[in-house]
């Protein structure tokens, strides 16, 4: 699997911008989505005050994604630093603890992220996605022809493997 960086929110400043608590109760598809979501073992947290703005933490995927077998990890611990401990995913600090977590070198993550090694490719890669169509994620791209948008479930995954010629996993391949 590849990732590719996508900004959550492009209308973000760099120093990220404070939240409104949200306003009464959930929407119909947001707690659908929340309840899959928490089936799957991902939460998402209320409470937020401060939204921040991806750009630093999708330059941190790209160092991650040159350092191997931590890139799987770093995903998913940014992924529950923001989403469930509404940590703030556009500071180099909390990216550099959360990198190390995930068992990344510190240093030259920090590093790599105040000299903007990776700034150019991630502007590259948000144009091309924007260019390609992709308006939200989890968008997944096959073959570079099929796409495939939202959280879906397996079933319809298996269905582009199938129409692409490609055998798909069985479920018991999946664990």
Do not use: W
């Not at 105040?114 to 502007?123: P, S, T």
């Amino acid at each position: 699997m590849q990732y590719a960086p996508f900004l959550l929110d492009a209308s973000v400043p760099p120093e990220g911008r404070p939240q409104p608590p949200p306003s009464g109760q959930k929407s119909e598809a947001r707690a659908y989505m929340e309840g899959r979501a928490e089936a799957l073992g991902l939460r998402f947290s209320e409470g937020r005050t401060h939204r921040s703005n991806s750009m630093l933490s999708l330059q941190a995927a790209e160092f991650a994604a040159d350092h191997g077998e931590c890139a799987e990890e770093f995903h998913r611990r940014v992924f529950d630093a923001y989403f469930d401990e509404l940590e703030d995913i556009g500071s180099v600090d909390t990216l550099v603890r959360l990198g190390e977590e995930a068992g990344l070198p510190g240093d030259e993550l920090r590093q790599a992220l105040q000299d903007e090694v990776y700034k150019e490719r991630v502007e590259e890669a948000v144009e091309g996605a924007r260019l390609a169509g992709v308006r939200s994620v989890p968008t997944f791209i096959f073959d570079e022809q099929y796409a495939v948008v939202g959280a879906q479930e397996y079933e319809t995954f298996q269905a582009v493997m199938k129409e692409l010629g490609r055998e798909p996993r069985t479920e018991a391949a999946q664990s």
